[in-house]
């Protein structure tokens, strides 16, 4: 039934139409917005409750169940629920006559148009369906937005509430069994929700937020669990994973799973509320373990006991974007941790920046062909470490690190069993040492050393030295200012090379007054190194070699002042010495001021030609 517009126009004249009238008493519900032909529309519908009747000749069963769709439209719509059964072709189910988001567009069977009713006016609707249609960009494929939505679940449709204060531990919990069972992707709205999740070990897992800085999933206050420890029958308890990929307590009896993606979240682990671990099976932001090809990315980790990212036991092909915050700082089993944590993860690569931890970030063998990018700002002891456990090595790593402030003991520290990697650094205002190659024993060791790395070194305003070269092998390039102030007047050398067979560019200024840094050092022991291009700038004190067979090309110290007088650059024959009789003769003594002479004159040949190669400055 549609209306249009009354107009009087007998004699040309125009009267108070029905809408005028409609709208200015307000019968029907008419508003005074109202066009005519929503007057007219209120007035049908007010008609058809006083007499159900008025829209159709067909009356409706009581129960207002249909089983002909023909009558189903025919139906009265003012009594807003009906069903359909045994219609082919459309599921049964129970409809709400909607007229809340009009216009509506027909769409069996989720949405069905009514004979009395236009579509832009209201519909019948699907019980649990949506009155809207989904249509993609460029795409002229119409979805219901129900269908749409479901394509992943929210912790919210499981009761999980984000006002920094309900433990939704439990929706959560929910939440993931669904998706776990339905293999749906996981929503995490905008919000600051107490919960966790327990272990995934399941391929193919999605968590998603609403971006770092709109959801915040915080460890509840005390918040504790129990772990099996590598698949035996002990057992542990400490604050859980927020997020657990693999499960950490399960270690090398881990299944191993892969396909992951972690994206739009922070993660607070609550440490100042939180029991601190007794084992670092505990107490990180997400940890994987034997879970490979994983991207996270805008995740955000603070206040964590043990770390804020841990990738363990072959956990290969990771890209990784995060940033954490204040991890690693609690003392667990006798030491604290590094903010961002890997342990054999190959083929791999991560941007991080670790803010505030213990240590900024640590690769620890079994990362072949690994790429990290690290910024680190005020790390309590390290910026990065390299480790291993004596077992397995890394190959191919590929480590640009950015370290300002912090640092007791190292910018950057390498340890053993590393070859033929990439480290590039830049390291200043921090109270350690700038870059440290850890050399292993020379006869018990021997395989541990560190050999064929590459190092780019730019360090200012470091405590102690800028670096220390203990493996072999190795390329550096090393850039000096003021560092190894730290100590009495003379005390630290700013390189120290302990190994053999290494090429070493280095320039290292200092204005300090009294001279307070010395510049390089070959200590006793070490082999065949060579020293390219090496420069003194301002008060740096000379270098000193105690080595065997040292190399030095290009050398220029400082301090010359240039020769006068004819060099002599012609046949020069080396003065064989004669005898001086004890009453000696003028000729004697003319021989020997000639032999001066010619000495003094290649002497300073010798000084120009040093001066022009670089030589001397």
Known sequence: MKFTAIRDRSIGLRGPSFGDIARATGAFGAAPTDTDATVLNRFADHAITQNPGFQSTIPGPADNTYTDLALFRASDVTRSVASL?????????????????????ENLPFVIKADSTPLSVGAWVRQGGSSINFQQASSSHDRDLEDKAREFVSVTDFGAIGDGVTDSTAAF??????????????????????????????????IFGQ???????????????????????SAASGPPCIIDFGHIGKGNEATGFSSGYVA????????????????????????????????????????????????????????????????????????????FDVNSSKNSRWEVVSRLCAYGGRLLDNCNNAKLNLTVEEATRSGFIYNNQTINASDN???????????????????????????????????????????????TAAALRQRGNHYLVITKNCGQQSAIIEGDDGIWTVLSTNDGRAGSVGANFAVDIVGDRNTVTASITDNAVPAQVRGLVLRSGATDNVIIGYRETGTVQPYNDFGTRTLILGYAPSGWSSGTGTPNTGAFAAYSGTTIAAAYSQAQVQALSDAVRDVSQRALALEQAARRAGVIS
């Open 173 to 206: 919990a929910k939440c993931r069994a669904y998706a776990l069972t339905n293999k749906k992707a996981i929503f995490v709205p905008a919000g600051d929700y107490r919960a966790w999740f327990e272990p995934f070990e399941q391929d193919n897992i999605c």
């Open 397 to 443: 790593l590929d480590v640009e690190v950015t370290v300002r402030g912090g640092c007791a003991d190292y910018g950057i520290s390498v340890g053993a069993n590393c070859s033929s990697s990439r480290f590039h650094a830049n390291i200043a205002n921090i109270m350690g040492v700038g870059v440290r190659e850890v050399g292993q024993d020379r006869v």
């Open 211 to 233: 971006g770092s800085s709109s959801t915040k999933i915080m460890l509840p206050d005390g918040a504790t669990h129990t772990l099996q420890v590598d698949g035996g029958p």
């Open 85 to 105: 059964t045994r219609i082919p072709g459309i599921p049964d189910a129970r409809y709400y006559f909607k007229t809340d988001s009009p216009p509506y567009l």
């Open 264 to 339: 739009g979240l922070t993660l607070d682990g609550n440490a100042g509320a939180t029991p601190i671990p007794t084992s670092d099976l505990f107490g990180w932001g997400i940890a994987f373990t034997k879970y490979s090809n994983v991207v996270y990315q805008d995740v955000v980790v603070v206040n964590c006991h043990c770390g804020g990212i841990g990738t363990f036991i072959d956990s290969n092909g990771h890209l990784g974007r995060v940033t954490v915050i204040s991890c690693g700082n609690s003392t667990i089993e006798g030491a604290t941790r590094p903010g």
